[in-house]
């Protein structure tokens, strides 16, 4: 079963509006990260936070994760048209033969000018 | 930064037939690829670990003989999904870790199997 779990499974906001999506895991982890997914396309990385950092900014993109609750969030500020794309979080997850991503459920973001 | 290609981008075949996806590394050598399997609207799940002159690690409830991984350069790994049924209709995506410490994984663009 997938690790991570997404909230909320769709957001529909107009452009120039914030959205904020949440994901939550179970097992402790090295770092987490948020990926992009067009439709029918493959993963654009976005951003990566690590275990011992709480916020991290990238352009419009401001990543936070509380270990103690274990949940991350990503927010998108101004958001645009283009922006409308499916957002997975992913943590690493450590194995004697050797990592794996594992990914949440991911939250449909749609944008509408 | 780093590219990963598939090919091809779509495939249909019919019910018995096989398949084979390529998914290669283009600026940059991948020891280890991955290969993931994504149903519409949902996440992606890892199928397996493609490692460079060894066998595939496959995750648990994924058929090796059904799903056939080779690794036979440090740019190359193909996928076949063999003797093929519309259950393995699908999009598949293959990755690669980054270059030196970098946790960040590069994705290809996916492949669209459709079985008839």
């Known amino acids: 079963s997938q690790q991570g779990e997404e909230d909320p499974q769709a957001l529909s906001i107009q452009e120039g509006e914030n959205a904020t999506m949440n994901c939550s895991y179970k097992?402790?982890?090295?770092?987490l990260q948020w990926y992009r997914q067009n439709s029918g396309r493959g993963l654009v990385h976005l951003i990566l936070?690590?275990?011992?950092?709480r916020e991290k900014h990238s352009g419009r993109l401001r990543v936070t994760l509380d270990t103690s609750k274990k949940s991350s969030s990503l927010l998108i500020t101004a958001s645009r048209a283009a922006d409308t794309a499916s957002y997975f979080c992913?943590?690493?997850?450590?194995?004697?033969?050797?990592?794996?991503?594992?990914f949440g459920a991911g939250t449909i973001l749609r944008v509408k000018s | 930064g780093a590219v990963v290609s598939q090919h091809p981008s779509r495939v249909i075949c019919k019910s018995g037939t096989s398949v084979k996806i390529e998914c290669r590394s283009l600026?940059?050598?991948?020891?280890?690829m991955f290969w993931y399997r994504q149903f519409p609207k949902q996440s992606l799940m890892l199928m397996a670990t493609?490692?460079?002159?060894?066998?595939?690690?496959?995750e648990q409830g994924v058929e090796k003989d059904k799903f056939l991984i080779n690794h036979a350069s440090l740019t190359l790994s193909t996928l076949t999904v063999t003797s093929a049924h519309p259950e393995d209709s699908s999009f598949y995506i293959c990755?690669?870790?980054?270059?030196?410490?970098?946790?960040?994984?590069?994705f290809g663009p996916g492949t669209r199997l459709t079985v008839t």
């Open positions: 990755s690669a870790w980054g270059q030196g410490d970098s946790y960040e994984q590069y």
């Open positions: 097992t402790s982890i090295n770092n």
């Open positions: 936070i690590r275990s011992n950092e």
């Open positions: 992913a943590t690493d997850l450590k194995r004697s033969y050797g990592n794996k991503l594992v």
């Open positions: 600026d940059f050598q991948a020891t280890t």
């Open positions: 493609s490692n460079e002159g060894s066998k595939a690690t496959y």
